[in-house]
């Protein structure tokens, strides 16, 4: 990695970033590739709340600690040094900072990355206006606070103007009734429930408070933040990496992880959509990779536009791959190839396109196998687990029908032009041409990462062959099943189809 003749890298170098949502997924990567590819950044201001029992201080050694940060480890063990948590909360005035950390900020910092937000689709509409939009708001102000700030990072999503079908990198305005300083003065004095009870008024035809809030966050910032170096960056679905910090890395269930998971254990078998739309996939290093050149590259367009750039980070215009495709190859590879160790049916998954085949196979191959395994395990003395765990798998693939069932076309000619400004040694130090990805070997990759990373799964030859073993036995219990169940139907229809026949 030649990051001495990186012009990236070498911007990065003797500069300061405070960074919200270094915690999550998208940050965490962000910090491990900004450190280890830009080795002579400055301080690293991560915004870190204390969770779960355990202080900001012992979140990020915990963090640290973590595989993705093995290869920075390796190289220089003193380099998170350079991580100084800034112990804060989105949701609290003024970020919860105190007054001695606010002036290290505002003195030392030049670039601003802001990735905190709340992805659940489901979450309270209240609770998304403040974390989302709200949060937002509050690192405005304090951006404008910062002496020296030459860029400002919003990471919003692909999926915040969904209610179009076509998708540019431009702004749209909602309309008044959307102003999100009026809705933020809304979540102060309105009770939750009557706030709740505006819900679907407010959605109208976007399927989730999370698409609805990021897009009231842009509006936000296109109305009252253009006095910032600011740029926008809008991914897609995002997923395990294709090369960095390892191919087929992975730490979470969200997304399509936990999809291919549910299929893989063989619990997951039907699906609302439609197999022939695009199924729009950006591996996280790309993802990061471009974010990283979009703060480079805002940083120097500031001064010549009079309106913020937005950048789609997506794959589905460039390099399509189907649902079915997708489909295809995982039912290929958790089958037969590498399948998980422990099953509960042969995995296999297919998409129904209406309501009613929807319900009539969840009932066949959901709720009939769920009732007979719990009974099964209540006759055995052990803990009946399958009933509610196919009421979370049906919630959370019916907040997955929206997208499984559409497709979009972002334009992407700021993408383009960004790399169009790079140099050779950047393009390759941070890739982000869709291009180059082959998905044929990336999926597998991305499914196997679910049994090692996340899963933590013995992937020795011989749990392997006996994974193999055990799904060969399923597909001969399976084809038994289906003899059975057709000669028996054959049976009882003989006789009627016999009179009709003679009569």
Same mark, same amino acid.
């Given at each position: 990695?030649?990051?001495?003749?990186?012009?990236?890298?070498?911007?990065?170098?003797?500069?300061?970033?405070?960074?919200?949502?270094?915690?999550?997924?998208?940050?965490?990567?962000?910090?491990?590739?900004?450190?280890?590819?830009?080795?002579?950044?400055?301080?690293?201001?991560?915004?870190?709340?204390?969770?779960?029992?355990?202080?900001?201080?012992?979140?990020?050694?915990?963090?640290?600690?973590?595989?993705?940060?093995?290869?920075?480890?390796?190289?220089?063990?003193?380099?998170?040094?350079?991580?100084?948590?800034?112990?804060?909360?989105?949701?609290?005035?003024?970020?919860?900072?105190?007054?001695?950390?606010?002036?290290?900020?505002?003195?030392?910092?030049?670039?601003?990355?802001?990735?905190?937000?709340?992805?659940?689709?489901?979450?309270?509409?209240?609770?998304?206006?403040?974390?989302?939009?709200?949060?937002?708001?509050?690192?405005?102000?304090?951006?404008?606070?910062?002496?020296?700030?030459?860029?400002?990072?919003?990471?919003?999503?692909?999926?915040?103007?969904?209610?179009?079908?076509?998708?540019?990198?431009? !702004?749209?305005?909602?309309?008044?009734?959307?102003? $999100?300083?009026?809705? &933020?003065? /809304?979540?102060?004095? @309105?009770? *939750?429930?009557?706030?709740?009870?505006?819900?679907?008024?407010?959605?109208?035809?976007?399927?989730?408070?999370?698409?609805?809030?990021?897009?009231?966050?842009?509006?936000?910032?296109?109305?009252?933040?253009?006095?910032?170096?600011?740029?926008?960056?809008?991914?897609?679905?995002?997923?395990?990496?294709?090369?960095?910090?390892?191919?087929?890395?992975?730490?979470?269930?969200?997304?399509?992880?936990?999809?291919?998971?549910?299929?893989?254990?063989?619990?997951?078998?039907?699906?609302?959509?439609?197999?022939?739309?695009?199924?729009?996939?950006?591996?996280?290093?790309?993802?990061?990779?471009?974010?990283?050149?979009?703060?480079?590259?805002?940083?120097?367009?500031?001064?010549?536009?009079?309106?913020?750039?937005? !950048?789609?980070?997506?794959?589905?215009?460039?390099? $399509?791959?189907?649902? &079915?495709? /997708?489909?295809?190859? @995982?039912? *290929?590879?958790?089958?037969?190839?590498?399948?998980?160790?422990?099953?509960?049916?042969?995995?296999?998954?297919?998409?129904?396109?209406?309501?009613?085949?929807?319900?009539?196979?969840?009932?066949?191959?959901?709720?009939?196998?769920?009732?007979?395994?719990?009974?099964?395990?209540?006759?055995?003395?052990?803990?009946?687990?399958?009933?509610?765990?196919?009421?979370?798998?049906?919630?959370?693939?019916?907040?997955?029908?929206?997208?499984?069932?559409?497709?979009?076309?972002?334009?992407?000619?700021?993408?383009?032009?960004?790399?169009?400004?790079?140099?050779?040694?950047?393009?390759?130090?941070?890739?982000?041409?869709?291009?180059?990805?082959?998905?044929?070997?990336?999926?597998?990759?991305?499914?196997?990462?679910?049994?090692?990373?996340?899963?933590?799964?013995?992937?020795?030859?011989?749990? &392997?062959?006996?994974?193999?073993?055990?799904?060969?036995?399923?597909?001969?219990?399976?084809?038994?099943?289906?003899?059975?169940?057709?000669?028996?139907?054959?049976?009882?229809?003989?006789?009627?189809?016999?009179?009709?026949?003679?009569?």
């Amino acid at each position: 990695m030649d990051v001495e003749s990186s012009q990236v890298s070498r911007f990065y170098a003797g500069k300061n970033i405070f960074l919200t949502g270094g915690t999550g997924f998208l940050g965490k990567c962000f910090i491990e590739k900004v450190l280890r590819s830009c080795p002579d950044v400055g301080t690293i201001y991560m915004l870190c709340r204390g969770k779960r029992g355990k202080s900001p201080e012992e979140r990020m050694t915990s963090l640290f600690s973590e595989m993705l940060f093995d290869n920075v480890r390796a190289a220089n063990p003193d380099v998170f040094q350079k991580v100084v948590p800034v112990i804060g909360d989105v949701m609290e005035k003024n970020l919860g900072i105190s007054e001695e950390d606010e002036k290290l900020i505002t003195e030392n910092v030049n670039i601003m990355i802001h990735s905190a937000a709340t992805i659940r689709f489901d979450e309270h509409i209240k609770l998304s206006l403040q974390l989302n939009v709200g949060g937002t708001v509050k690192m405005v102000e304090l951006a404008r606070r910062v002496k020296n700030l030459i860029s400002f990072v919003h990471v919003s999503t692909a999926y915040a103007n969904c209610n179009i079908a076509d998708i540019e990198e431009v !702004y749209y305005e909602m309309g008044e009734e959307y102003s $999100p300083l009026k809705l &933020l003065e /809304l979540c102060d004095w @309105m009770d *939750e429930d009557v706030i709740a009870s505006m819900t679907e008024t407010l959605l109208r035809d976007r399927p989730n408070t999370y698409c609805l809030t990021k897009a009231v966050t842009e509006e936000y910032l296109f109305k009252h933040a253009k006095d910032i170096p600011l740029g926008i960056f809008r991914p897609s679905i995002i997923g395990a990496s294709w090369q960095e910090p390892a191919p087929g890395w992975i730490d979470n269930f969200n997304g399509p992880s936990g999809l291919f998971i549910a299929v893989g254990k063989g619990v997951l078998r039907i699906l609302e959509g439609d197999v022939n739309k695009v199924a729009d996939i950006i591996p996280i290093d790309y993802c990061v990779n471009m974010l990283i050149c979009v703060g480079w590259y805002t940083s120097i367009i500031t001064k010549q536009v009079e309106t913020p750039l937005i !950048y789609h980070c997506t794959s589905g215009s460039k390099k $399509p791959y189907t649902w &079915l495709q /997708l489909g295809t190859l @995982m039912l *290929e590879f958790f089958q037969s190839k590498e399948p998980y160790n422990e099953v509960f049916r042969r995995p296999d998954v297919n998409f129904a396109t209406n309501k009613l085949e929807l319900e009539y196979w969840k009932m066949i191959s959901h709720w009939v196998p769920a009732y007979i395994a719990d009974g099964l395990a209540k006759i055995t003395g052990n803990k009946a687990i399958m009933l509610r765990a196919y009421d979370k798998v049906h919630r959370a693939s019916k907040t997955f029908t929206f997208f499984t069932k559409r497709e979009w076309t972002w334009t992407d000619g700021n993408c383009n032009m960004l790399m169009g400004k790079m140099s050779d040694i950047d393009k390759s130090i941070y890739s982000f041409n869709v291009h180059d990805i082959i998905w044929e070997d990336y999926y597998p990759n991305y499914f196997r990462g679910t049994k090692k990373y996340i899963l933590k799964e013995d992937m020795s030859d011989s749990k &392997l062959q006996e994974a193999r073993a055990r799904q060969a036995r399923w597909r001969y219990i399976n084809n038994i099943a289906v003899l059975v169940f057709i000669s028996s139907l054959l049976y009882f229809l003989y006789p009627f189809i016999t009179t009709l026949l003679t009569g």
